[in-house]
């Protein structure tokens, strides 16, 4: 497709230099003289505009050339001649100087591509209004001052510009303008003819002769029922109803834009009155509805709204419309391309109807109903799946102002959708942004949203690069204090919840005796009977049926040739960030109680992971740093815990398998087991543990080779447990003795052996004195909280650097015989 | 509304740096935003404009090559190669997605950014946030069929670089200004036949 002719193409076009381009600029000039424009111009015209386009520095063009190129734009009735000068003066700019001020009145007889050019090079939103001005004295029918600046353009093309106009700035609208343009709206959406409009050779730019042909139809083939709408046919169709067209692509975009918030919200005595008239006529409308009446009621309940002010009639007018929308998409459509467009048409109705809703909260009791029949007929079909998450929009909107009952739609939504749909990109999408914009409200009033959060984390397992920023975002939500743990195990396990959800899908497409599906032993485990527990436990919709379960590593040794699978691997790679934001926020929601499980859900699961490169080691570093913050937010869990931990400390196999979650451990059993920390804390558990991290020590020492990292940590403590009981100092000093008699074998390097030893002195010295050794290695609150550590993580704070360099240089005097 | 068009490459070219991508072609409706909401009060000057401009898409380019890739490594589908005429095919054989660009990345508001990958190229639309999905999506496929067609875009030629005026007037005719249209059937015809006449030219 891309070849290496269209690269060197570029190449040439960029490399062209200055003197060969202005010999170029005078041969279009010269080209643009003649009055018969050529097949040479188009072609030089072509050229040019690849020049210019593939620099990204731009050119300005020789003040002549520009001038006739403006000239052909605005005049040529050659459409290929117009879009071409117009790509070109895109690329580059209008000459500068003080006399090449270029106004709105240079762009005059305005055409659809000169409006374009007006607004790609607007300066100021200045230029914005002064075209909407123009735009919209056209659409009014009055004469713009002066004739030079009557817009030579259709009507449907000034749709589309003050669309962009109003994207980029809405107050380039005055009040009197969105009037205007409102009163327009209504009749292009409501008035639009119903017979067919005449064929025409030159397609909607040409004129429509008068002559009408019968009326138009349905999509299923049948007589028009009501009003014009975009889901009418007809072999062809009237100015009318293409501005019917256009004004329905623009209606969400107005009033979103100019509807919603700015005119005052209805008192709250109305609010109560309209709930009133909402459950009488509901019930009304509901027995309409098993009428199953074919007969369009949108007209036929049209109130007489001639009366309304510009912006409420419109308001109506969009009801109306949407409503004959949805009667509309249930009739079979003939064509494919038009079945699609009912579903899109689908999704714009109801959040049409959702805008007025919002507006004017009476409409609600129109809407509501059906909507809600909307959602009955499609809740089980989910080829209309991405209709269902505006119609969930609506609900939460709405629900509550019609006294209706949403569970249904929640359960559809997330109990039905993800587990089914979970790779459809663009479902996925809409229901993170829907929500993400919704997430407060949800976590506050729908109870079912945590619920479901095993069938939610289905679309970041399976799609985890797109989705890991929007996770990222609504995780917090999911977070309370009766998911914790299970959503935690969930994350650790988001890998395998990924290779799951690809063996669902393999198994399903491949039939049992495909040789596609042989040779992969997790596709026969998923199919296997006797594993069907763990995968079904793993591929659970809701919350609530336990945080884990037993046989956890022997599911993680029946997915193990997944951990090379790139999705399982992308999937992975999100895991650690979305852990980070999982830990702060659960410490918002949790008590010590469940804090104290956290920890022992890290010390559990730290080596209960999938098995991929690198992803156990990142997560022991996320346990690591928020073991820290846990302990430091609430150090009696450290207590609470002890044996746990101690368990975890005592392991020789965690210092090799774990180096960094097990320094980070042992460090927090010497920093916050002591009796300032928490007033359970023995002397029995400061010597069992000492006890224990001793042997540890020894053990390494003696036939390992410790890290220096682990061996200070482990020093350290051991150092801080005997401060706080007397009696095991001459044990810990005794060792540091040996360590400054240098048998430090086990370093690799002499680096690594002056860093223990040095650490082993201070200590030694520090151990000589007790009750400094207790103030410097257990410091008051006060000391450890004013940020007087240099490394938050060796709890070394500023007086022990001072006496260490005091004791340091009184130990150069003393003799090392001094010291047993 | 749709912010830009653009049609850029997703696989490796020559002299370009891995995870580079190259812009094929690029409109983008409406003005430069800074023109209108000065950063800083600092009015840029028109070059410097068009400069941000050009950074923008190729940003969008990146981030949609990066997207194409990982989204192509993660389902292990092997490419299926089309030749001309096969138009129809090309595009149900197509990986498609959707992303999140977040505010500041690179536009000041958040939007959308849609993508239909054919082989080494993507074709992209980047809409408003709240622009209607099924319908940018559906549209999206149409303009890539046509712009496959109209400028014999599986053959080995340079047609994109030196008729982009045809894409401009396919993206005239069905996005009209950037606005996506609720066109059923008959109204598409009518303006595809329009195209048709253009393209015959």
């Known amino acids: 497709m891309y070849s290496a002719g269209t690269e060197s193409l570029i190449k040439q076009a960029r490399d062209i230099g200055e003197v060969d381009l202005h010999k170029f600029y005078s041969r279009i000039s010269k080209q643009l003289t003649t009055r018969e424009h050529s097949h040479d111009v188009i072609d030089s015209l072509q050229r040019l505009h690849l020049i210019l386009a593939s620099n990204k520095y731009s050119r300005r063009l020789p003040v002549e050339l520009h001038r006739r190129l403006l000239s052909l734009c605005l005049s040529s009735s050659v459409e290929q001649l117009t879009v071409l000068t117009l790509a070109v003066l895109r690329e580059t700019l209008p000459p500068s100087g003080p006399e090449q001020n270029y106004t709105l009145q240079d762009y005059c007889p305005l055409n659809s591509h000169a409006a374009a050019l007006v607004i790609s090079q607007a300066g100021c939103k200045g230029d914005l209004s002064a075209l909407s001005s123009v735009l919209l004295r056209s659409l009014d029918g009055r004469a713009a001052e002066g004739p030079s600046l009557t817009p030579n353009l259709p009507l449907t093309q000034t749709i589309p510009l003050l669309n962009t106009i109003i994207t980029y700035s809405p107050d380039s609208l005055s009040e009197d303008h969105v009037i205007v343009l409102s009163k327009k709206l209504v009749d292009w959406l409501r008035y639009a003819s119903v017979q067919q409009g005449v064929s025409s050779s030159g397609g909607f730019f040409s004129s429509p002769r008068i002559r009408q042909l019968g009326t138009v139809a349905e999509l299923d083939g049948s007589v028009c029922g009501d009003f014009f709408t975009v889901l009418c046919v007809s072999p062809s169709f009237s100015e009318d109803q293409w501005m019917n067209l256009y004004s329905f692509s623009l209606l969400r975009h107005w009033l979103i834009t100019y509807h919603s918030g700015n005119e005052g919200n209805p008192s709250t005595d109305t609010a109560a009155d309209g709930r009133l008239v909402l459950s009488f006529s509901l019930s009304h409308e509901d027995r309409s509805e098993v009428d199953g009446s074919v007969v369009s009621m949108v007209s036929a309940t049209s109130s007489s709204s001639r009366v309304l002010p510009p912006k409420e009639r419109l308001r109506e007018k969009s009801l109306e419309y ?449 009750s400094v050794a207790l103030s410097v290695l257990t410091p008051p609150p006060l000391a450890s909280a004013s940020g007087w550590h240099r490394d938050a993580n060796t709890a070394l704070p500023v007086r022990l650097r001072t006496l260490t360099s005091l004791t340091y240089t009184d130990l150069k005097h003393t003799p090392l015989a001094n010291t047993h | 509304m749709v912010q830009c068009f653009l049609i850029h490459t997703v696989g490796p070219v020559n002299g370009l740096a891995p995870g580079e991508s190259r812009v094929l072609y690029s409109q983008v409706f409406g003005p430069e935003q800074s023109a209108l909401t000065p950063l800083d009060e600092i009015q840029l000057e028109p070059e410097q404009r068009r400069l941000l401009q050009k950074e923008r898409v190729a940003v969008v380019a990146r981030q949609v090559r990066s997207a194409v890739t990982l989204s192509r490594e993660a389902s292990g589908r092997v490419l299926v190669e089309t030749v001309l005429g096969e138009e129809l095919a090309a595009i149900q054989e197509a990986d498609t997605g959707v992303q999140r660009l977040g505010r500041g990345e690179p536009w000041v508001g958040e939007k959308t950014v849609l993508w239909l990958a054919v082989q080494g190229l993507a074709f992209t639309l980047v809409t408003e946030p709240h622009e209607n999905l099924l319908l940018a999506e559906g549209t999206l496929k149409n303009i890539t069929r046509h712009c496959l067609e109209h400028l014999r875009m599986l053959g080995t030629g340079s047609d994109v670089l030196l008729k982009s005026d045809r894409v401009d007037v396919l993206l005239h005719r069905l996005m009209p200004h950037g606005l996506l249209l609720f066109a059923n059937h008959r109204f598409t015809q009518s303006l595809e036949k329009d195209m048709t006449n253009y393209m015959a030219k």
């Open chain 1, 322 to 770: 949407c409503q004959r929308l949805l009667e509309q998409s249930d009739r079979k459509a003939l064509k494919r391309a038009d079945a699609d467009l009912q579903k899109a048409c689908l999704v714009e109705a109801v959040c049409i109807l959702d805008s007025v809703c919002l507006e004017d909260a009476g409409c609600v009791y129109r809407a509501f109903p059906c909507v809600k029949s909307l959602f009955g007929r499609l809740n089980s079909d989910l080829s209309y799946s991405r209709v269902l998450v505006p119609i969930a929009q609506f609900y939460l909107n709405h629900g509550e102002t019609a006294a209706v009952d949403s569970e249904c739609v929640w359960r559809c939504v997330w109990g039905v959708l993800p587990a089914e749909c979970f790779n459809q990109p663009y479902l996925a999408y809409e229901m993170l942004s829907f929500i993400r914009a919704n997430q407060l409200l949800l976590q506050n009033s729908v109870p079912l949203y945590t619920h479901y959060f095993p069938n939610l984390l289905k679309f970041l397992a399976w799609d985890s690069p797109s989705l890991v920023s929007d996770y990222i975002d609504v995780l917090p939500s999911l977070v309370t204090a009766g998911t914790a743990l299970e959503l935690l195990h969930s994350l650790l396990d988001l890998p395998c919840l990924t290779a799951a959800l690809t063996l669902q899908l393999r198994s399903a497409c491949l039939p049992l005796s495909d040789p596609g599906g042989r040779g992969l032993t997790s596709l026969e485990a998923f199919r296997s009977p006797v594993y069907r527990g763990l995968f079904l436990f793993l591929l659970r919709g809701e919350a609530g049926s336990g945080d884990t379960i037993d046989r956890l590593s022997m599911l993680h040794d029946l997915l193990l040739e997944a951990s090379d699978w790139p999705r399982v691997i992308q999937s992975a790679q999100s895991v650690p960030v979305l852990l980070h934001v999982y830990f702060n926020t659960v410490t918002e929601v949790s008590d010590e109680r469940l804090l104290a499980q956290l920890v022992l859900v890290m010390l559990e699961r730290s080596s209960l992971l999938l098995n991929i490169p690198t992803y156990q080691e990142e997560i022991h570093r996320v346990f690591s740093y928020h073991l820290l913050r846990l302990c430091k937010l609430h150090p009696s869990v450290v207590v609470d815990q002890s044996r746990e931990l101690l368990e975890f400390a005592g392991m020789t196999a965690n210092v090799h398998s774990k180096e960094d979650l097990y320094t980070h451990v042992v460090w927090v059993l010497g920093e916050y087991l002591s009796v300032s920390s928490d007033t359970r804390c023995s002397v029995d558990l400061i010597t069992s543990c000492f006890e224990t991290l001793e042997a540890v020590l020894f053990e390494i020492t003696f036939s390992g080779s410790p890290t220096p990292r682990i061996a200070t940590s482990l020093l350290s403590t051991l150092a801080k447990l005997a401060s706080r009981s007397h009696d095991l100092i001459p044990r810990v000093s005794l060792f540091l003795s040996k360590l400054r008699s240098g048998t430090v074998s086990w370093c690799h390097s002499e680096e690594d052996a002056v860093a223990v030893v040095t650490r082993g002195e201070e200590l030694w010295s520090l151990l000589k004195l007790p």
